[in-house]
């Protein structure tokens, strides 16, 4: 459980940790493969969100699922992604958090994760949460917190 006195800062900067789902580059189940693959190389994330007509939270998409599919035993062809869709090569397992999600679930996911996508009671994709904009909360913090809290070192137990 993370301590009143950090939760209380860290809400001070709550409104800045979501990006919403229309800032955050996307692509549909159905997009052609080379469509996803140009995407992803333009706005040089390493994963972004695969969505359906509604807006529902499908999956998860990184340049390597794409080439991948790309690879010959000697050779790198575009060929393959012409045939292939979204939804062939998405990853469908991964973590997301709800919209009401709590401040320790966040940061328990976002160690192994540099986001976690957010997702309505429907599955609607709100957007994402990202280690960066977390740590650039916890930097506000460590440099912050003497100046609201009387800190003073605890008693060691010899």
Do not use: W
Not at 30 to 55: E, M, W
Not at 129 to 155: G, Q, S
């Amino acid at each position: 459980m993370i301590a009143k006195s950090i939760q209380d800062m860290l809400a001070e900067k709550e409104n800045g940790f979501l990006i919403p789902g229309d800032k955050v580059a996307s692509v549909q189940e159905d997009n052609p493969l080379t469509h996803a693959f140009l995407l992803l190389t333009k706005v040089r994330y390493s994963k972004i969100p695969v969505l359906d007509g509604q807006s529902h939270l499908l999956g998860l998409l990184t340049i390597p699922m794409i080439t991948n599919k790309m690879i010959e035993l000697d050779d790198i062809s575009q060929q393959p992604l012409q045939s292939l869709i979204v939804k062939d090569v998405m990853q469908t397992e991964f973590d997301t958090v709800k919209d009401d999600a709590n401040m320790d679930e966040v940061l328990h996911l976002l160690v192994d994760n540099p986001f976690v996508p957010v997702v309505d009671a429907d599955n609607v994709f709100c957007g994402i949460l990202t280690r960066r904009e977390m740590m650039k909360a916890f930097n506000f913090v460590a440099h912050n917190i003497e100046n609201k809290y009387d800190v003073t070192k605890k008693a060691s137990k010899e």
